[in-house]
């Protein structure tokens, strides 16, 4: 694309894909969303009358992701207004079988499933897989809540980690946030809250393969672990390659609050507790994250 100019730089969204002037391309579907999709289809095409696994024990995958408005022109169902990035946003995509695949997209059949009617056909899948993954968690907490000994000591006035940084009214604040993540830490594990520890003793960045190797791990079992921080928002899985079609995490570093749209952080504590575990010769990383003693913050 050509350079705007006179003055209308700013008017342009910071990625050309957000942009829908710029021309159609077919963008690649990062592999955060490829595995965000793959768990909201509970391993199953998302054809409500189809058994089709997409990846059975036997080996093999047999998942296709289809857009439901194409990803270039000329293909079934394109919309022109949309720009590059909705056509690979995770709302435009399903999860199907080859068969059903075929089905919606085919010149002959594809006439029967429009926009409409495969949103709902995505909405109904994910939203049944969706209630299995939440009576999952329910159950995985009652668990958790059976065999915990260990219990979170709050913070209260931060004085320790933010000195007189902070006003009256933002230390009330800000220690309702940490105390917030406090709770939240307290759900997972104690390997994960210990593996936590290492990302951030490494100043934010871990890989896989090392984790493992200092954990006395396997890597499945560390990127079980970093599954579960980054479902609770504590973590992510960082990918070695985007374009990589194995797509597997490699590397667990901490969660970004601003482009993560994370959940739990309202700020960006976890940068803030290095900065201040820098400033102190105690073991304050450990004390928080292992040992859920806030306290020592204040
Ligand atoms: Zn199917």
């Known amino acids: 694309m050509s350079q705007n100019g006179g003055g209308r730089v ?4 910071a990625d050309p894909h957000d942009d829908p002037d710029t021309p159609v391309q077919r963008l690649d ?3 955060r969303v490829q595995r965000r999709l793959f768990l909201l289809s509970g391993n199953e095409c998302a054809f409500a009358d189809c ?4 990846a059975p024990e036997s080996g093999g995958y047999f998942g296709e992701i289809a857009h439901i408005r194409a990803a270039e022109k000329g293909g079934p169902r394109f919309d022109p207004a949309m720009t590059n990035n909705q056509r690979r946003h995770i709302d435009n995509l399903v999860l ?3 068969k059903h695949h075929q089905l919606i ?3 002959e059949t594809t006439a029967r499933f429009d926009r409409a009617a495969l949103e709902d056909i995505k909405r109904r899948h994910e939203d049944r897989i969706r209630r299995v993954l939440q009576a999952m968690e329910r159950a995985e907490q009652q ?3 059976r065999t915990r000994t ?3 000591v709050h913070c209260s006035t931060l004085e320790r980690m933010y000195g007189s940084e902070l006003d009256e009214d933002d230390r009330r604040g800000t220690a309702e946030s940490v105390n917030k993540i406090a709770d939240q830490m307290r759900r997972a594990a104690l390997a994960a809250r210990q593996l936590l520890c290492q990302v951030l003793e490494e100043g934010g960045e871990l890989s896989v393969g090392e984790a493992a190797h200092r954990g006395g791990l396997s890597k499945t079992q560390v990127y079980e672990l970093g599954l579960q921080l980054e479902r609770l928002w504590l973590a992510r899985l960082e990918e070695a390659e985007w374009d990589d079609p194995g797509y597997r995490p490699e ?3 901490l969660p970004d609050p601003i482009h993560d749209h994370n959940e739990l952080l309202d700020y960006d504590f976890f940068n803030d507790l290095l900065r201040h575990a820098a400033s102190r010769d105690d073991d304050v990383l450990n004390d928080v994250v292992v040992g859920l003693d806030f306290s020592v913050l204040d």
Not at 10 to 13: G, K
Request: aromatic share 4%; net charge negative.
């Open 10 to 13: 700013n008017t342009r969204p």
């Open 29 to 31: 579907i990062t592999p």
């Open 51 to 54: 058994r089709e696994v997409l």
């Open 96 to 98: 199907l079988c080859v």
């Open 105 to 107: 997209d085919d010149a």
């Open 143 to 145: 668990y958790v809540d």
């Open 150 to 152: 260990q219990t979170v």
């Open 251 to 253: 590397r667990i570093t």
